[in-house]
Structure formats: C-alpha cells, structure tokens
C-alpha cells in the first residue's frame, strides 16, 4: 500500500514529466548539430590563414575591436606551423532557458607533428526562429584527456513521422 507521501511524489513526478514535454524537451538536439560544426571549422580555418577579420565578423559587433584582433593574433601564434587533419568533435552542450538557447562545442585538431588543437565555439540565439550566432570562439592545447576523448557525429536531421494509416477499411463499391 503507497504511503500519502508515494503518492504525492509520484504525482509530483507525472506533473514534472508533463512540464518538460509542454517545454519543447523533446526538441532537444541528440547531438552536435552538423551546421554549427561546419560554423566552428570554417573559423578555425579563418584563424589558421590569419584571417581575423573574418573570423571577428561571425561575432557580435562588440567584439570586433583593436583588442579583439591582437587577441586573435596571439591565438594564432599558438598554432603549430605542421598541416592539421580536419576536426573531431569531442564534446557539445545544449542549454535552453528563458532567455534564448546557447551551443557550445569543442572540437579537436590533430597536427602531422603530434602536436593537437582543441578549438572550443559557443553559439547563441534568443528564439528558435532565429538564426545561431557565434558568441565566442578560444582555442587552446589539448589536455591529455582531450587528446584521448572518443570523438562524436553530428546528429542527423530529425525525420519526418510517417503518418498514421486510417483504420478503417475501403468502401466496398
């Protein structure tokens, strides 16, 4: 026999599931989105050629300053001088909440010399029919769990639901 204390737990339970579906959970993402991947290469590879402008002009106009183009100057410093493989991406988050969306990924860099990269890109939005923006971009070396982390696919565009056959039978004529 439940207890009065089971009861209001699992009501409470029930009450937060149903909040969580009325929220839009089950949009959530179920991983990297393949577009803002693409986003987060195509400014590491704008940083590899010492393209700052370009780079500055996926950011918001507050950061696109003096200040800004010797900071990304120094980011690019950093890089080995050896040809990369392309980019991993080894870790993504999702958050939503009242004030808008926000994505971050971290994506991995592996150079001839040894030498690894790892590049991190948050993307932001206030309503979903907006576009991502880029808010921040940083890259730094790879720690050694960074260098060893499994690497992940971009998730694939949610597919249509097939809809529902009718249940009743045709009409004999």
Wanted: glycine share 10%; net charge positive.
């Amino acid at each position: 026999m439940q207890t009065v204390g089971q009861r209001i737990r699992g009501a409470a339970m029930l009450g937060a599931l149903g909040l969580l579906a009325a929220c839009g959970v089950q949009n959530l993402p179920l991983g990297p989105d393949p577009a803002l991947v693409a986003q987060a290469d195509a400014a590491f590879d704008e940083l590899t050629v010492g393209d700052t402008k370009a780079l500055l002009a996926r950011m918001p106009e507050q950061f696109r300053g003096p200040t800004h183009e010797r900071v990304v100057g120094m980011m690019h410093g950093i890089l080995p001088s050896s040809k990369h493989d392309g980019a991993d991406v080894i870790g993504w988050n999702f958050f939503t909440g009242t004030g808008g969306s926000r994505r971050t990924l971290a994506l991995r860099y592996d150079y001839a010399n040894g030498e690894h990269i790892t590049a991190a890109a948050v993307f932001a939005r206030k309503k979903d029919a907006e576009p991502w923006r880029m808010q921040g971009f940083n890259i730094k070396p790879s720690e050694p769990a960074e260098i060893d982390a499994p690497t992940l696919k971009p998730a694939k565009a949610p597919q249509a639901k097939p809809k529902p056959r009718s249940s009743k039978a045709p009409a004999d004529s």
